[in-house]
């Protein structure tokens, strides 16, 4: 006899930051639950960062629920040092994970949803979803990108600027993504900066901790119907970074408005002229990651699923942490991801009290 699969109170699929801030609070409430992640190793989409990356805030403003980042030496943390974090935090809580597992489709199913990986199967009483975007980078169309010959990257598969080593190279993107990249990349390459518009340069002593307090200023205010200036500074605008500094003191960090169109070697800019181009590196950001819902038949037109709060507004048992501002403030960052993960589980588990559910 085919033994019925159990169901769980909880599945979170992704192992990032916001699944395990998640399984954080989750751990404290006696339901049971399991974490699904696609990678082959602890960290979420920071073991995908290029080479030199660095975090914009200071160790003690990048931590998540429960157990601080330890402090490093000097400077911002590294990539490898939020890796470690994540690793022992893993660790530290035991939290009850499968990896590598790609959830590919979600199904409705009688008191629950069905989470599917291929051939396997899971089920439960309600689902988070904590994908990130770093498997949907996105890069604008222009026209005629397919007949170009050079090399095209996302910063997403970005790991050092050695390879473009003595090549002409377009960096698009006038993020923090692109103004990282391109320090570093125009200390071996010819490059050029293209950027929709000008970039937004932060004050040089200013860093992530203050943009997150202002954000959080921001928010309280709309939570109190208080009106507040909008105070400079969005969590996009360029944060200068001492490589970022050093690359404005050498005077590269000018950007120029886009091209019009590709050629078989180059792009063509409004004027008219033409510049033969080895490379492109799109630093032009992501979308979220949210294939696996399609089955659900919950995307909406801008590839996102609506919500109050962090619930999807059309299925009640389904809730999205992490991605960006419109699953909550600040909620696709280290510090800002805990108050998202914990107002979540409270909803959870109130929702799973109930007899009916
Ligand atoms: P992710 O880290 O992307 O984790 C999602 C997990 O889900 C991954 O493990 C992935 O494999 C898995 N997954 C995806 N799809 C599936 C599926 N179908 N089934 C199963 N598993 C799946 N934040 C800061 O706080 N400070 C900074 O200084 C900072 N700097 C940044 C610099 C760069 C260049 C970038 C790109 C981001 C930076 N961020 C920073 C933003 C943010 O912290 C990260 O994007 C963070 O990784 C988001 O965490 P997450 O858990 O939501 O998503």
Redesign the pocket.
């Known amino acids: 006899k085919a033994k019925s699969k159990t169901l769980l109170d909880v599945i979170i ?9 998640t399984a954080y609070f989750l751990r404290r409430t006696g339901l049971s639950y399991l974490i ?4 082959d190793g602890p ?5 995908h ?2 080479n030199s ?5 200071p160790a003690t ?2 931590s998540i629920a429960g157990w601080m980042m330890p402090p490093v030496a000097d400077g ?2 590294a990539r490898d040092h ?1 890796i470690d974090y994540l690793s022992r935090y893993e660790e530290r809580y035991q939290f009850p994970l499968q ?6 489709a979600i199904e409705r199913i009688e008191g629950g949803l069905r989470v599917r ?1 291929g051939q396997q199967h899971w089920q439960a009483r309600a689902v988070v979803s ?6 949907n980078p996105y890069i604008p169309v222009y026209p005629d990108a397919e007949s170009f010959q050079g090399q095209q990257l996302h ?2 598969h970005y790991v050092e600027a050695q390879p473009f080593a003595g090549k002409r190279v377009l960096v698009v993107g006038g993020g ?2 692109g103004a ?1 990249i391109l320090a570093e990349v125009s200390k071996v390459a010819d490059s050029t900066w293209v950027t929709a518009t000008e970039p937004l340069f932060l004050p040089d002593d200013v860093d ?1 901790r203050v943009l ?1 307090e202002r954000a959080t200023e921001r928010w309280k205010a709309q939570q109190e119907g208080r009106a507040i200036d909008k105070p400079v500074g969005g969590l996009g605008d360029v ?1 200068m970074v001492p490589p970022v500094v050093e690359a404005r003191e050498r005077g590269v960090l000018h950007a120029v408005r886009p091209f019009t169109h590709f050629t078989r070697n180059g792009v063509v800019w409004p004027d008219g002229s033409e510049t033969e181009v080895d490379a492109v590196i799109w630093c032009t950001g ?1 979308r979220p ?1 949210l ?2 819902l399609a089955s659900l038949g919950l995307i909406n037109d801008e590839g996102r699923v609506e919500v109050q709060g962090t619930r999807a507004t059309h299925e009640p048992r389904l809730w999205l ?3 960006g501002e419109w699953t909550g403030l ?8 805990t108050r998202n993960a914990r107002s979540t589980t409270t909803e959870i588990a109130q929702f799973l009290a109930d007899k009916e559910n």
């Open positions: 699929i992704g192992g990032g930051q916001a699944g395990l801030a699904l992640d696609a990678e960290g979420g989409a920071w073991r960062g290029w990356l660095r975090l914009f805030s403003w990048s911002y943390p939020v990896r590598p597992v790609r959830v590919t990986a904590t994908t990130g975007t770093w498997s910063s997403a923090n993504s990282q992530g997150f944060v992501f990651a294939g696996h942490v992490g991605y600040a909620s696709a960052t280290l510090i800002g991801v």
